[in-house]
Structures are given as C-alpha cells and as structure tokens.
C-alpha cells in the first residue's frame, strides 16, 4: 500500500544546512510536498514538486527528488532558529488524497 | 481574508460524551478533510468530502461522523464510540483536482478527554 517514511527528529546549529529525508512508495505520485508545522498550529505547505523533476529551488529551500530510488529530500540552508518546526513529507497519491509521513523535528541550536 | 477557522481551540471531554469540531472555509473550496495527529504519529485521514452532500472515510473513521451540508462547512463529530479520543484533529481543504492540489490548513482543535 501507500507508505511515506520519514526519520523522526534532526538537531542541527544555527547557520549549518539541515536535510531531512523523506521515502515514498507509491509510484504513480504526480506531486510530492513539503509542510512545516510549528507548535500547536496547523500546517503550512513549504514548498511541492511535481515527479518529472528532479531538483527545485526556492530562497534557502532546495527539494531534490530521485524518482529510481523514490527519495525526496530538504534541504535548508542557513538554518535559523525560527526554522525549529516539524516537517511533513506527503505525496498525492493517485485517488487524489495526501498520504503523510510521520513527520520530522527539527531542533535548531544557536 | 480568505482561510479556514475551527473552533474552539481547546476542548474537553467527558468520557462517554459526544462532541462536535466545528470547521468552516470562505476560500470556495470543493473539497475538504479531517486529520487526527498523535504525538510522533503523521496526519491519519479521517473522513473527506470532495462536494456538498457527499463524504467518504478515511483511514480511521471508526468512533467518528461527519456532515457536508454547506460548502463551507464540514463538521467532525467525535461519538462516545471512539475509544481513545484525545488528539490533535486538523480540518484542512484543497481546490479541485488539475492542479497542484495543495491542502489548506486549519489551526486544530485540541481535545482532551477526562
């Protein structure tokens, strides 16, 4: 079935690059996201790419997608403090809905 | 502004009471949804509606019940059913199919059963 897989806590210091790692299953996926949650709050969609790509860019978010290996990563750079949050990978599966990772902690240390 | 609220907050249960998560949007979405998150858990899907009058379960929609009356409106009732209901639920929504279908979410409710 449908499965996304993600480690569940990264602890990085301010100024470093944090990658998170994300595994999917479903092959057929047309769109792959990221969310970030902060605490007690909802979720807020980061970024998304779309499975014919490989890498996409935005500011100091760079998601790389290798489709063979079905891995998606994150990465940050410059990671502030500010960017201590959980991180959902999803993919779109083809019925349409959201299958969710378990989602990762990011710890920022100044 | 265009969004989606739930209310209350925080909210509190007796055990063998049923409640209900009010989840409302003004962005014209068609579709709408119900996650349940626990603690080192993901969003586990609980009941969608992709249009008025029509709702399908998730993954875990034992214990619970929804309805689709309004566009706007898609409350979650929680029943006495639902074995371990305290969790974080999240109400999001999403524009039809054809693009990149990104779900808008609300800010949760709490609930706490006593």
């Known amino acids: 079935g449908e499965d996304v897989e993600q480690s569940l806590f990264l602890s990085v210091r301010e100024g470093d690059s944090s990658v998170i790692n994300c595994t999917y299953t479903d092959s057929s996926s047309t769109y792959l996201y990221w969310y970030k949650q902060e605490p007690g709050a909802g979720l807020q969609l980061l970024t998304y790419i779309f499975s014919n790509m490989d890498m996409k860019q935005d500011q100091r978010l760079t998601v790389l997608l290798n489709k063979k290996d079905k891995h998606l990563s994150l990465r940050i750079a410059d990671t502030q403090t500010g960017d201590s949050a959980i991180y959902f990978c999803?993919?779109?599966?083809?019925?349409?809905?959201?299958?969710f990772g378990q989602g990762t902690t990011l710890q920022v240390k100044p | 502004d265009g969004g989606i609220t739930q209310s209350p907050k925080y909210l509190f249960r007796k055990e063998g009471q049923n409640v209900t998560l009010s989840c409302e949007q003004n962005l014209n979405h068609d579709a709408m949804y119900w996650y349940r998150q626990d603690p080192g858990q993901g969003l586990r899907l609980i009941y969608y509606s992709q249009i008025v009058n029509d709702f399908q379960k998730g993954d875990i929609a034992e214990g619970y019940s929804v309805s689709r009356e309004k566009k706007e409106s898609f409350p979650l009732t929680v029943t006495s059913a639902q074995k371990n209901p305290t969790a974080f639920y999240l109400c999001?929504?999403?524009?039809?199919?054809?693009?990149?279908?990104?779900?808008?979410f609300g800010p949760g409710t709490r609930l706490t059963v006593l």
């Open positions: 999803a993919e779109r599966s083809n019925t349409g809905k959201l299958i």
């Open positions: 999001a929504s999403s524009p039809p199919p054809g693009t990149y279908n990104e779900q808008f």
